[in-house]
C-alpha cells in the first residue's frame, strides 16, 4: 500500500521513511518509547491524550541494509521494510514483536440468523476492512492486559473490542463490545518481555486479540492517522510508567475524597439528604461525601437547584459541612432547549453548541427533554464551562460528577457528521465522539481548580486515555449482581494499567435490588478499591449500610471503619501514583510477573505492595482458595498466621471476614479511628509492621501533608521513612526525608506483629511496651531520627 522505501532523512529524533506513496515517521521518543506516525488522514500528529510530549534526548544509531532500515536504541532494534512492515527486536536480538505478513483470514460464521447475533451484541463482520490497521503475529505464551474498562476477564487473549463510547443500557455482560470508556492501550505479556502499544486514535477503533485468528492480533481504526506508540518493558511496571509519562498520572486527590462516599439516584428533597447525614453518624459508620444526582435541579436544567426540594442549598450544604460532610453534585453535558434559562441563551448567544452540517445547533433528548450539546473541543466553550463551576462551588459543593457524556443521547446516537470546532480546526463527531467526556473532565478540573484553589475532585462515565490528569472514573450502569461484582475487579484492575488510578464500580450495584449477603461483600472489595463509593438508581430497594439488617450493618461498618484506618496507607499510594503511574488496585502480575501463576489471576489483586485481598465474590461461598505469590511471605491479616508465597490455600471466610494478606516486611499506616477527615488532628501516627521473614529488610516511605492544597508541589510536605531490619531481633529507624509542612505528628505508635520480646529500645535507653499474644505496642516520640531496637 505504500509502496517501496525510496530514501529516508533524519531530523532530530525523527527518522522520516519516504515511500513510494507517503511519508511515514519514526520517532525515538526514548531508548525504550518508538512513535511509528503515517499522515493518513492529516499532516501533523495531535494528540488529545498527550499534551507535552517529552522527547529523549537520547543516542541511537540508523542504519541501511538492503531489505530495510534498522533503527539501534540502548534497548532496541527497530527494523522498517517496505510497505512500513515493522518488527522490533530487544536489543540482544530477541524478537519482540513482528508484523504479521500474510493474508487476514477470518473465522466463519456458518448458518443461523445474522440479526439474531447482531442483536445479542456480536460483531457479525469478522474481518472488517479498517482504513488504518497494525497487524502483528501472535507469539507463543502471550497475555494481553488493558483497554480501560472493558468487560470480561483480566487477559484479553481471544476477545475483540469496540472503542467508542457508548451508554447501553442493558446489563454489562462478559461479550460486551463497547462500554462508556475509549482507552486504546494495549499491554502485552510475553516471557517477562513486556511491551505496551498505545494506538492515539481518537475515531471508532478496534482490537482483536486473536479472537479473527489465533496467528494474529491487530488494532485498527475506521478512520485517522496511523500514530501509535510501541512502550518497552520489559517489567510491566515499566510498561505502565511510561505510557502515564505519556499521557499524564492521576494528581494527589484531595485526602476526604478517599473516605466513604454515599450516593442514590436520588437524595431528595432536602430531608432526604440529611436523614441520610444523620443515620450515619447516628450508627457510628464513617462517611465523608453525599451525592445529589439530577433531581436535585430544577427540571434537569444544569447549575440550577429545585427551590421547592432545596429551598435554602448555601444552608443546607453549609450544616452539612459542619458535621463534615461533603457534597458532590452531578452536572451532564444536555444543556435543555428552553428560552429565558441562562445557561441555554449563553450557550446560544455565543455559539457554544455543536451543529448539524449546515450549522444550525443540533438536538436530541437527555434528562431534561430536548437539549443541546455544549462543545468542550472548543477551548472558548471549556472557558465558559469552567467559569460555571463557579455557580457550584458558591453553593458550597465539593466536586463535580460528570455523567451522560459519551455523549449519551435518548433519540437515537448523533449522526457522525454533526460539527466540533476542535480548537478552530472544525471536525465531524466520529472523529472526537472519544474525546468528549475527556474535555468535559477538563473543563470540569480547571473550572474547580480556579474557583476553589483547591484540589479538584471530578468523576467522570467517560474518558479516553489521559483522563487521568482531571479525573476519578466509575464504571457506570452495572447491576446488583455477583457476577457484576466479580467482573469489577478486573475492569479496575485493567483500568488501573492504563493510568486510571482513582477508579471504583457502583458498590452494592446501580439497577436491580441488592441483597443482604451481596452488599456484604462488596463493601469489602470497595474498601480496597480507590473509588469507595456506594451508589444505586431510582426505583431499586434501599441500599445504604443500614438498609438490611444489624448484620448487615455492622459488616458494614467493621469494613468502613478499616478504610478509615488504611487512609493514609491509601493516601500514600496516590503520592506515589503522581510521581510514577502505578495503580493502587493492582492485579498479581504487575508485582510478580516472574509468577505465571499470576497472569490470569481474575479474583485477588493487591491494593498497593503490601495488602493482598483475595474477596469471597460468590453467594453462600463461606472460604475460598487464595493464590500467594511466589516471592514473598504473607501474613493473614486476621489471625496473623504466616505463608510462604507460592501456593494455594484454602481461607475460610465468614461472611464478615475478607480474606486480606500482608507481605512480610510491610508497614501499614493507619490512623485513628474518625468519622470523617478533619474531625481529629492526627497527632499519632499508627505503624501496623510485619516484619520481613528473618535476615531480611524492608523500608516503606510515608507522605504527609495539608490533604486538599496544591501546596505539596512548592515542597509543603513531610516524607518519613520507616526501615526494618529481622536480624537476631528487630531494628527500626524513622527518619524524616523531607520537612516541608509544619503539623507534624508528635509521635508514632508502632504495633509489631508476630513478634515476641523481652526488650525494647529507643534510641539506646529501654523502654515500657504493651505485650499481647502475638504483638506488641508502644509509642515513640518523634525526632529527626529513631532507631528502635527489639530484642
Ligand atoms: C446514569 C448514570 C447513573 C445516574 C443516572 C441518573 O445512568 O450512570 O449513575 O444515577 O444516570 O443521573
Redesign the pocket.
Known sequence: MFGKIKSIRKNDNKIIVVYENIEATVEVISPSIINFFVPLYRKERASKAIEDLVVEECDFEVSEEDEGIIITTEKLQVKIFNDFKVDIYDKYGNILCEDYREERKAFIRRHGNLDILKLEGHKVVVDAIYKVMVLKKMEQNTFFYGLGEQTGHLNKKGYQYKLWNT?D?SPHVECHESLYKAIPFLITVKDKQDFGFFFDNTFETHFDMGKENADYYYFSAVDGNLDYYFIYGPEVKKVVGSYTKLTGTNPLPQLWTLGYHQ?K??YTPESRLLEIADNFRKRDIPCDVLYL??DYMDGYRVFTWDKKKFPDPKGTLAGLKERGYKVVT?I?PGVKKDKGYKIYEEGIKNSYFVTDKDGVPYVNTV?PGTALYPDFTNERVRKWWADNQKIMMDYGVSGIWN??NEP?SFNGPLPEDVMFNNDGLEVQHKEVHNVYGHYMSKATYEGIKEHSGKRPFVIT?ACYAGTQKYSTV?T??NQSLWDHLRMSLPMLMNLGLCGMTFCGA?IGG?SFDCTAELLSRWVQVGTFTPLFRN?S??FTRDQEPWAFDEKTEEINRKYIKLRYRLLPYIYDLFWQAERNGLPVIRPLLLNYQEDSNTYEMNDEFLCGDNILVAPVVEQGKKARMVYLPEGDSWVDYWTKEIYKGGQYIVKEADLDVCPIFIKAGSFIPNYPQMNYIGEVEIKELILDIYPPIEGNKASYEHYQDDGESFAYRNGMYNLYEFIIESKAGINITISKKHNGYNKKYESIKLCINNVKSSKVSVDGAKINFGKYENSIEFSVPIKNNNVIEIK
Open positions: 451508554d443500557p450516593s439516584f436520588s444526582d439530577i452531578i451532564d434528562w455523567d451522560m449519551a462515565r466509575w457506570g450502569d457502583d446501580f451508589h438508581r431510582d
